[in-house]
């Protein structure tokens, strides 16, 4: 995951595009555990769909990893707008997401989970206003 200023987001986006990157873009800010799950449902590949009687972390963890390993893209990119905003609302669902999402990017390159298939390149922005490096580190 990478921290970065909106500020930057627009190049970076468009680089990524040219570069034959997929961009899925969470949208605004998200305040609350459902609402997190509301954005990866809504614009992430998800396999199998998640059914949203409930919301569970290990569900949703299991269904991103193979949904981004099935996906045809093989580069793409995760936009988190305004994180900052769950990790004051509610700390215990921003450490759950973030670890969810690190563990994604790991698993997409990992031969053990492909089943032949080549590794995907998964990078998750996490995109704020900083005013400096130590407002960036907040992230972590």
């Given at each position: 995951m990478?921290?970065?200023d909106?500020?930057?987001?627009?190049g970076?986006?468009?680089?990524l595009?040219?570069?034959?990157?997929?961009v899925?873009?969470?949208?605004?800010?998200?305040g609350s555990?459902?609402?997190?799950?509301?954005?990866?449902v809504?614009?992430?590949p998800?396999e199998?769909?998640?059914?949203r009687?409930?919301?569970?972390?290990?569900?949703?963890?299991?269904?991103?990893?193979?949904?981004?390993?099935?996906?045809?893209a093989?580069?793409?990119?995760?936009?988190?707008?305004?994180?900052?905003?769950?990790?004051?609302?509610?700390?215990?669902?921003?450490?759950?997401?973030t670890?969810?999402l690190?563990?994604?990017?790991?698993?997409?390159?990992d031969?053990?989970?492909?089943?032949g298939?080549?590794?995907t390149r998964?990078?998750?922005?996490?995109?704020?206003?900083?005013?400096d490096?130590?407002?960036?580190d907040r992230?972590?």
């Open positions: 990478v921290g970065i909106e500020r930057a987001l627009s970076l986006l468009d680089a595009v040219a570069s034959g990157y997929s899925f873009d969470l949208g605004g800010a998200i555990k459902a609402e997190f799950f509301d954005r990866i809504a614009t992430v998800l199998p769909p998640l059914a009687v409930r919301d569970v972390w290990d569900a949703l963890s299991d269904s991103l990893e193979s949904g981004l390993i099935d996906a045809p093989s580069a793409m990119a995760i936009v988190w707008r305004n994180p900052l905003l769950l990790k004051e609302r509610d700390p215990d669902a921003y450490r759950v997401a670890e969810i690190n563990t994604a990017v790991s698993t997409v390159k031969a053990r989970y492909l089943g298939q080549p590794p998964l990078l998750v922005l996490l995109v704020e206003r900083f005013r490096e130590v407002a960036r992230l972590t």
